[in-house]
Nanobody, 130 residues
Framework: QVQLVESGGGLVQPGGSLRLSCAASGRTFSNYTMGWFRQAPGKERESVVVSRWSGPGTYLSYYTDSVKGRFTCFRDNARNMVYLQIDSLKPEDTAVYYC????????????????????WGQGTQVTVSS
């Protein structure tokens, strides 16, 4: 079992920054695919970034087009933490942000949809408004 807890959300003005954190307990992240999703009011939950194991000790992050250049995902596997640095926030970034995890090999797909993950946090609200 893996427990995920997100934190770091809040109310930010356009152009501001936030750093979201996801803390895991029960297992380490080393052998897990990690993802950040977000869900805005009236919208489906969408992938923000996927962090996948790509070889011994290496991980690659894949970002949805709307956040490229503004969002950065990084991992600290030794501390069971994954972060999402968000810069240049826009009002359309307003959503509940979720951390998700799945064992490597859990999905044969791209890890871009919620069904590709079997562990989820409860979410943290990000609101971008002036």
């Amino acid at each position: 079992q893996v427990q995920l807890v997100e934190s770091g959300g809040g109310l930010v003005q356009p152009g501001g920054s936030l750093r979201l954190s996801c803390a895991a307990s029960g297992r380490t992240f080393s052998n897990y695919t990690m993802g950040w999703f977000r869900q805005a009011p009236g919208k489906e939950r969408e992938s923000v970034v996927v962090s996948r194991w790509s070889g011994p000790g290496t991980y690659l992050s894949y970002y949805t087009d709307s956040v490229k250049g503004r969002f950065t995902c990084f991992r600290d596997n030794a501390r069971n933490m994954v972060y999402l640095q968000i810069d240049s926030l826009k009002p359309e970034d307003t959503a509940v942000y979720y951390c998700a995890a799945a064992p490597i090999g859990y999905s044969g797909s791209s890890y871009r949809i919620p069904d590709d993950y079997n562990y989820w946090g409860q979410g943290t609200q990000v609101t971008v408004s002036s």
